[in-house]
């Protein structure tokens, strides 16, 4: 009896669990199918009054929402793609080289993702501005490095520090130079682990808010979420419109993570310094 | 894992068969490999904070142009005898203790669930990691609508069940406007406490378990004296990542109350952020910039003592 | 020609994989003609939409009348305080373009006073047709650096089949209210922008103006706790705990305030002239019920905040002669009765009003009736910082953490800082 009622509890526990936290979603696609009258109205109910795709066109049609979609994923695409190169490089140099002060260093990469973001809007702001840089890719891509490429080099550095060294040394002693060793034998081992960080430093970078609010100026130089902050004219805030943009734009991050759940649990708990 | 590093000396392996010329090539190429990494890093983080430092001495309003002068300490005194500088530290950290408490008890609980083995267990760690990777500007949009007063489920749900509470303008109360910046930002990061808690979990050997079942330990008590002593380490890494992260809360406030209603939302951050990129008082800013660098910094300093008196850290 | 910041701008291959970047990059600065002797004007502007579109028409007519210039179109964020920020970050550093903008009516005097827009009295436009208020709010130390372009001025809106005329103080407008309230138990007594924004600072100012109060006096000190106010804030928040108003208020914007009048929900309701063709098109329920206002007075006389745009010229300009073509062309009375067919932004000078607009919108002749009562906000350029602590207060009121008087006094302490120049 009290193993079955505990086991009814867990599994209480886990289904609350499965609620809350895709709940929200159902809430949020529901709201999106529904009409700008009935979004105004007092709900009546857990389905659309009337089931309707103007929002979804709106954003597309009216909006241009691809273009903010096509906005964020170019500079969280070249903010990976920067920081997994310097990152790999960082992390070899960390993991394999017979450097000095490497705790020195580690020490400081960590320190960095310590930095306040928000205090690094303002002076970063003012150079823009003086760089005539605002409202670019750049403007973004630059500041994002902070987010992305502390945490790529953390685990890069982790996980190629579990490389075996055997290989490499093999292939050196067959007379490889150190760069031949690591494009030809180290990296295909590593590139799990890259790809690993790759998608982290994505995400970080796909996730932000405050540098785009502060360094983007027109609509078309939008990311996703201040694209979604912003559906509005100067009057009329498009309730549906935002409902119907948040579930496009969760609908990547959600099969990103489906698909590359493992990865992306191993680099999160690599990334925070597990011991 | 970093611990790996530090256990063998691999980088060093060659060194018998090449001798010392190829020792030192390999450490210079070390160095250059380090390097853009540590120059990119220093010019997007370093820069802007000594920039700040420069600034904060200075009188510098954009819609003044040509007062710019030398202020000294002026701004940080401004700054001090601020009422509103204090509310909004008081605010965040209020935030903080109420979200860093409740996303801990809640990512313990999720970790435990997770840790244990059940059919529906990969769905539940799928579900609770997609929230973590939706934008939080997003998620607050999102759980700013939960909470409207027509469309919102919230509503809904409290008139459907005749609970007192329905018809509630959550947003226009100085109290109860919290609970949904908390409730989402709990969405949004429990899952990432919930990820470091289970990886410490699952390097506790499941045999002290048993001998402590041997022993007569009720589950409760082996919670107590075993689980929690074992999981310190990685408790303390999750609590203080969040509570920085907490301390620097931005983008939920700015989504759903702008810091309303009247000043009972706002927080240090979107102080900052206001004075800097709307008031557009630079100098201003700055100082404030500066005081939150060093708040974050007095943290990183107590993690990173956490992290040495670790074993097996890299030295 | 292409401007330096443009091209600049232009220039961010560096990080990036040039065929990306350039699909992004879209129209932009490669297609301008250089070289020759063609002008090219970059013109900043807000609006989406009918607005754009009204734009773009008024822009391309320009450029067949004036060959050798060319317009391009910049177009801002839709929330304000980022198209404020972003206009300040350009004129602030000394940046040649854009060379016309559009400005909030209650730019200009920040931008004037900073030394960022040129005076236009050196190309003596004839004011005669505009509104006063408007031309006014545009004046700064005696010079005159904005030209109106649309005007908007926040009036009362109310139901003719519920409200015999239209209330002249505001406790008639309780009293109206309530009686259809009465007879309707789900009706919206007043519909009015309560959330912490503008939105909320012009509604007041026109229930202050109305109890005879004001912002700031003759003399440019902050009288924002005077009695009169205490009473105008007093018969707000008095609105919401009594009912008359749904709490809701507290967090809606006009697009709210929009939604509940258009769907017959409220009696009354504050906003501006643009809702008036929605209420009179398909899809609304008040269709030929709709008046508007302008505010009741008790004590005061009526006030109804002035709102629109301008359109102000770059100090920096390379080309001040072209940029004042191209800003008297968008606000000839031609020009404007044409953007109000399209997008129905109302003129800001009176002889825009032609009997064919009038008679494709007749609207408009309710309206030029609340023109008249049009007042602006604080001309100084300390407004913006202003508006925040009005904000703050009245959201605070609202939320029952200070009594109006409280609240005021708070706001008249931080004012009185920033006036002095002490507050940030």
Known sequence: ?275 | MAAKLATRPRDQLPRSRRGASYLARRRRVGYLLVLPALIALALVAIYPLLYNLVLSSRFDVATEPGTQHFVGMQNYHSLVVDPAFWGDLLHTGIFVVISVTLEFVAGMILALVVNRKFRARGLVRASILIPWAIPTAVSALLWKMFFDIRSGFVDFALSALHLPGAQTVWFNSPVLAWVPIILSDMWKNTPFIALLLLAGLQTIPQEIYESAKIDGASSWQAFWSLTLPLLRPAILVALIFRTLSAMLVFDTIFVMTGGGPGQSTEVIAYYNWYKYMVSLNFGYGAAVAVVITILALLLAGIYVRILRQREGFVT | MVSRTRAKRAGMGILSGAILMGALAGCGSAAQSSGSKTVNLVFATQGLGTEAQATQQAVKEFEKLHPHIHVQIETLSASSNSAYQTLVTDLNSGSATPDVITSDVIWPPTFAAAKWIMPLNQFHPNMSRFYPGMVKAGEYKGKLYAIPWFINVEGVYYRTDLVKSPPKTFTQLVSDAKAAMAKNPKLIGLAFEGNKYEGAVTVFQDVSGGFGGSFLNSKGQPVLNSPQNIRALTWLDNAIKTGLSPKAVTGWEEGNVQQAFLSGDAVFATNWPYLYPLAEQKGSAVINKVGFVPPPTQGGKPTASLGGDDLVINKNTKYPKQAWELVSFLTSAKTMTQRALISGDPPARTDAYTPALLKKAPWFKQEEAVYADATPRPVTPLYPRISARIQEALSATYSGQLTPKQALDQAQKAVQAIVSGHGS
């Open chain 1, 1 to 275: 009896m009290r193993t079955w009622f505990g086991r009814t509890g867990f599994y209480v526990l886990v289904a609350v669990i499965i609620l809350y936290s895709l709940f929200p979603f159902y809430w949020v696609f529901k709201s999106s199918m529904e009409s700008s009258v009935a979004l105004n109205q007092p709900t009546t109910g857990m389905l659309p009054v009337q089931w309707t795709f103007v929002h979804y066109e709106a954003i597309f049609a009216v909006e241009n929402f691809l273009r903010p979609l096509l906005n964020s994923m170019l500079v969280a695409g070249l903010t990976t793609i920067v920081s997994v190169i310097l990152g790999s490089m960082a992390a070899y140099g960390l993991a394999r080289m017979p450097i000095k002060g490497k705790a020195l260093i580690l020490g400081f990469v960590l320190l960095v993702s310590f930095f306040p973001q928000i205090a690094m809007v303002g002076p970063l702001y003012l150079v823009f501005r003086h760089l005539h840089w605002l409202n670019t890719y750049q403007s973004l891509v630059i500041p994002y490095l902070i987010l992305a490429l502390p945490i790529t080099t953390w685990i890069l550095t982790a996980f190629f520090g579990q490389i075996p060294v055997d290989i490499e040394e093999a292939a050196m002693v067959d007379g490889a130079s150190i760069r031949q060793t690591i494009l030809k034998v180290f990296a295909p081992i590593a590139l799990p682990g890259i790809f690993t960080a790759a998608i982290l430093g994505f995400l970080l970078s796909w996730n932000d808010f405050l540098f785009a609010l502060s360094f983007i100026q027109s609509p078309n130089m939008d990311t996703v979420p201040l694209a979604l902050v912003n559906f509005r004219n100067a009057y009329y805030v498009h309730y549906g419109q935002i409902y119907a943009g948040v579930v496009v734009a969760s609908l990547p991050i959600a099969l990103i993570v489906l698909f590359l759940q493992q990865r992306i649990e191993s680099g999160l708990t690599a990334g925070s310094v597990k011991g």
